[in-house]
Structures are given as structure tokens and as C-alpha cells.
């Protein structure tokens, strides 16, 4: 099992800027993929931005070149640094990553979800 931990939401003026953090921990062989997807109410959960172990970048047309993804593949731990923020940035940020767990006989495929946490953007 693998568990996600984010930190860094709260409300915030538009133009200004939020970093958040989502760090893996359990059994962890190796982590490929690792994300941010949020949620705003009424609207389905969408990808923001995710990473490879590669540290190759992609990231939703309404963020691109407002929002910086990075990994610490040392850690475990994935951030995203959200700058100009607007008021429909406002939704609760959600951490994925996907890739292998360590069991004592085998090594097994997981993808993870974090608990969320807000953001809020006033205008």
C-alpha cells in the first residue's frame, strides 16, 4: 500500500501564488508517473499537470505557463508551484502517482490517490 500526504492549499488573492507538496511513502519500487488532478464543485475531476520519472513535464492548456511541476525522485515527492493565480483555479488539488510496490514475493503494479486539499482563489 502506498500512501499520499499533500500540504501547501489555502486561499490565496488572484496574482498570487501557492506551492504544493504530495509525498509518497510505503513499499515504494519504483514510482513512473506522479500527478496533480483537481476538482471544483459541480465539475469533474480534471489533470492539472503529472510528471514522469523522467521528469518529463505535461500540463492542462488553462495552466500552461502559470504552473511549474517537479519531482524529487529521492523523496518520493512531487510538487507544483501555481503562479498567476485566477478564481477558476479555485477546486480541491488532488495528488496521484502510479507505478510498482515491493512485496516480500512479488512486485506489483499501484496507482494512489491522495486525501486532497483546497485551494481557493478570491478575486
Known amino acids: 500500500q502506498v500512501q499520499l500526504v499533500e500540504s501547501g492549499g489555502g486561499l490565496v488573492q488572484t496574482g498570487g501564488s501557492l506551492r504544493l507538496s504530495c509525498a509518497a511513502s510505503?513499499?515504494?519500487?519504483?514510482?513512473?508517473?506522479m500527478g496533480w488532478y483537481r476538482q471544483a464543485p459541480g465539475k469533474q475531476r480534471e489533470l492539472v499537470a503529472a510528471?514522469?520519472?523522467?521528469?518529463?513535464?505535461n500540463y492542462a492548456d488553462s495552466v500552461k505557463g502559470r504552473f511549474t511541476i517537479s519531482r524529487d525522485n529521492a523523496k518520493n515527492t512531487v510538487y507544483l508551484q501555481m503562479n498567476s493565480l485566477i478564481a477558476e483555479d479555485t477546486a480541491v488539488y488532488y495528488c496521484?502517482?502510479?507505478?510498482?510496490?515491493?512485496?516480500?514475493?512479488?512486485?506489483?503494479?499501484?496507482?494512489?490517490w491522495g486525501q486532497g486539499t483546497q485551494v481557493t482563489v478570491a478575486s
Open positions: 496521484n502517482a502510479e507505478g510498482k510496490i515491493q512485496y516480500a514475493w512479488a512486485v506489483k503494479d499501484f496507482a494512489s
Open positions: 510505503g513499499n515504494i519500487f519504483s514510482i513512473n508517473r
Open positions: 510528471i514522469t520519472s523522467g521528469r518529463t513535464p
